[in-house]
């Protein structure tokens, strides 16, 4: 439920409306839809009505919900398509090898957030989802994206707070600062039950052709049968094999992805990997140091 006050935009009161639907919903009432966006009910069933003119909602016997136009419009979003398109036979190969779930991410954010997903009946059902989206700190994939970041990336998470979502989630900054030292030096994000009980997960950086990580790809399963570092081979092959791909095709501007929107240090433009362990130390140094937690 969103608690601040109602925009007075017309534009904004309907992207409010859009907003509200959360993960789980398939349809809303239009007594929920006012509840969660604080707009009137006479406003907000004036708006509803537009919305399914345009598309982007459909009426349904329980509500309304989210239109096949918003889902068209979605997909062409240049840099989720491109990404997938290109990574996409990589996932294939890596869900054929392990019968695991495999994703690709982006950040979003402060949140990692899911691409794509490969799985099969063999695969252990999870929460993730395409589209969905998880913490960066308790997930292989936002670990990497934590680690590689500038420095204000790490600091936004500490400051947003360390939620406990299993047992296993790291909520200490000390403790995450170290891990994610760890995940420099190997190369790699381990995710060992801390985003969903009885999951882990392995997951390797996918770089640009100026050594930026635009996105990451995971296995992910059952957290007792997933040998984590037998699989990092593997998957962090594949990321290379991706970004050597999306390093040549960026390059001569035969695919154009947006770089990333979120704390890009323009240093990454020149020192590569190399300093950007450097920075990413230097950040953890810096954010950890207030925290009182080590």
Known sequence: MDVSPPPKSVLARGLRLLGAFGPSDVDLT???LAARTGLPKPTAHRLLGELVGWGALERTEGGYRLGMRLFVLGQRVPRPRGLREAALPYLEDLY?????NVHLAVLDGIDTL???????R???PIISRVGGRLPAYCTATGKLFLAFGAPERLRRVLSAGLARHTPHTITMPGLLVRDLARTLERGYGINREESEVG?????APVFDHRRRVIAAISITGHAGRLDLERLAPAVRTSALSLSRELSHATANGTLVLPAPTLDHDPAADQGGAEPSRRRASRASSSAATPSGSS
Do not use: D, N, P, W
Not at 199 to 203: G, H, P, T
């Open 114 to 120: 899911f691409l794509e997903k490969v799985s099969g």
């Open 96 to 100: 054929e090898a392990s019968h695991e």
């Open 199 to 203: 999951v882990s997960a392995v997951a």
């Open 122 to 124: 063999r695969s252990m």
């Open 30 to 32: 239009l007594t929920e």
